[in-house]
């Protein structure tokens, strides 16, 4: 086996701002990418920590990799982080609860029109980033792949049951996947090459404090604060990678919903210094975690690497009104193609879709694959909401009500990828 990695930074200029209530940068996000090669098969797993980006030029990305290291695009493999203090796509369509395009007022078409001038400056810092980070991928060396897991007990579920039926908050009921995945790549003589850190952890611990007042700071939140931290002690690009996170909560937000005495929903803004100190303290947290799984790591023979892919149908729904129920019937109104994608090597299996799955759906892939180990990607190559499970329908939550997907669509996905990987070996 053969890899090679690199990363850059994503730099916001000052043109760039005001937007979406961002004033300012934090710490810069970056764009960071392995390409691995075994036998005839390569392929270029990158990470963006950024909330999201849209299809068409997720696409121009893929084609840029993929002209790069010269590998076919289908082998270009793009994760969003979504981080959710980076912006969105400036005067771009506003995706909202559901994934159905917003309805804006004049007021507001006016100004996002004002945000489409800094598309192209958008589009050029997140490119230029990526080919910066490429620039090493091009020689590829001699490479090992150990993989080793810790216990980073930094999440909670966010399903809470009010008076008038569920919502999201913290210190909710549900499962969570408090396991860290570390897949570390070196070379012959034990340099290290990159890691790759999967975790059910969506970068939000600063979340949207302080949107209203214009004072966000852009920022990789905590998982971007610990790839920094790990990159600086093992002098070597750091990926995150997103996995089951939909109804997952970093277990300090500074952004949250609660319940207030009289039943009613009430939002709390704890500021984003406040974030920025909570997303510090979590970093930490999850470095000491990384640690963990890498000084514990094994090493992971790979005598082939193959891509999979397939896809199924499933109906879509209507947008509804956004509150807690008691009972609500969804209405089928379409179908979409979800994809599913995999890669496999030795004991590890990546399965990835563009939907955000809850924990618990992470978790029976894990409990029904046939790899050793096996995380799920979310928003690879686009995003489409959310996925729940089927528990997550009957009981009304949140990311039920978001989904553009009618019930069982998390559960075909998981009978999908495992058939998928299961027969791959």
Same mark, same amino acid.
């Given at each position: 086996m053969k890899a090679a990695s690199g990363n850059a930074t994503i730099q916001f200029g000052d043109k760039m701002f005001p937007l979406e209530g961002f004033k300012a940068v934090h710490d810069m996000p970056k764009v960071s990418a392995i390409v691995i090669e075994q036998n005839d098969t390569k392929v270029a797993i990158i990470s963006i920590e950024i909330v999201m980006l849209w299809d068409d030029f997720v696409e121009r990305l893929r084609n840029t990799v993929a002209g790069i290291v010269n590998i076919?695009?289908?082998?270009?493999?793009?994760?969003?982080?979504?981080? /959710?203090?980076?912006?969105?796509?400036?005067?771009?369509?506003? /995706?909202?609860?559901?994934?159905?395009?917003?309805?804006?007022?004049?007021?507001?078409?006016?100004?996002?029109?004002?945000?489409?001038?800094?598309?192209d400056k958008y589009e050029e810092a997140i490119l230029e980033a990526l080919k910066d980070s490429l620039n090493p991928c091009r020689n590829l060396r001699e490479a090992k792949m150990y993989i080793g897991t810790a216990n980073c007990p930094v999440v909670k579920n966010r399903d809470i049951?009010?008076?008038?039926?569920?919502?999201?908050?913290?210190?909710?009921?549900?499962?969570?996947?408090?396991?860290?995945?570390? /897949?570390?790549?070196?070379?012959?003589?034990?340099?290290d090459i990159a890691q790759i850190v999967g975790f059910g952890m969506k970068p939000c611990v /600063?979340?949207?404090?302080?949107?209203?007042?214009?004072?966000?700071?852009?920022?990789?939140?905590?998982?971007?604060?610990?790839?920094?931290?790990?990159?600086?002690?093992?002098?070597?690009?750091?990926?995150?990678?997103?996995?089951?996170?939909?109804?997952?909560?970093?277990?300090?937000?500074?952004?949250?919903?609660?319940?207030?005495l009289k039943g009613e929903i009430e939002c709390v803004d704890l500021g984003v210094k406040t974030g920025i100190k909570f997303a510090k303290a979590i970093s930490e947290k999850m470095v000491v975690a990384a640690n963990h799984a890498i000084s514990d790591a094994s090493e992971i023979r790979v005598s082939e690497l193959k891509l999979l892919h397939t896809e199924f149908v499933w109906q879509t729904k209507g947008r509804v009104p956004m509150h807690p129920y008691q009972s609500i019937q969804y209405i089928a109104e379409g179908e979409k193609n979800i994809s599913v994608d995999g890669i496999v090597m030795g004991d590890l299996a990546l399965v990835a879709g563009k939907p955000e799955m809850n924990a618990i759906t992470g978790i029976q892939l894990e409990n029904g694959s046939k790899f050793k180990h096996t995380l799920y990607v979310s928003m690879l190559n686009g995003g489409m909401k959310y996925m729940p499970d089927q528990k997550s329908y009957d009981e009304i939550h949140w990311e039920a009500l978001t989904s553009m997907l009618m019930p069982g669509a998390a559960e075909k996905f998981v009978e999908t990828a495992l058939d998928l990987i299961n027969h791959a070996i």
């Open positions: 076919p695009v289908e082998n270009v493999w793009i994760h969003m982080t979504h981080a /959710i203090t980076t912006p969105h796509a400036p005067g771009g369509p506003l /995706i909202g609860l559901g994934g159905a395009e917003v309805e804006l007022t004049e007021e507001e078409k006016a100004k996002r029109q004002n945000e489409l001038s800094k598309r049951q009010t008076q008038s039926g569920w919502w999201i908050g913290v210190d909710g009921v549900g499962e969570v996947n408090e396991t860290m995945t570390v /897949i570390c790549f070196r070379d012959e003589s034990d340099n /600063i979340d949207n404090a302080q949107k209203d007042t214009g004072n966000r700071l852009i920022s990789a939140d905590a998982p971007g604060m610990m790839c920094r931290n790990l990159e600086t002690q093992y002098h070597c690009p750091v990926l995150y990678i997103t996995g089951a996170a939909g109804d997952t909560v970093p277990e300090k937000t500074a952004w949250f919903d609660r319940e207030d």
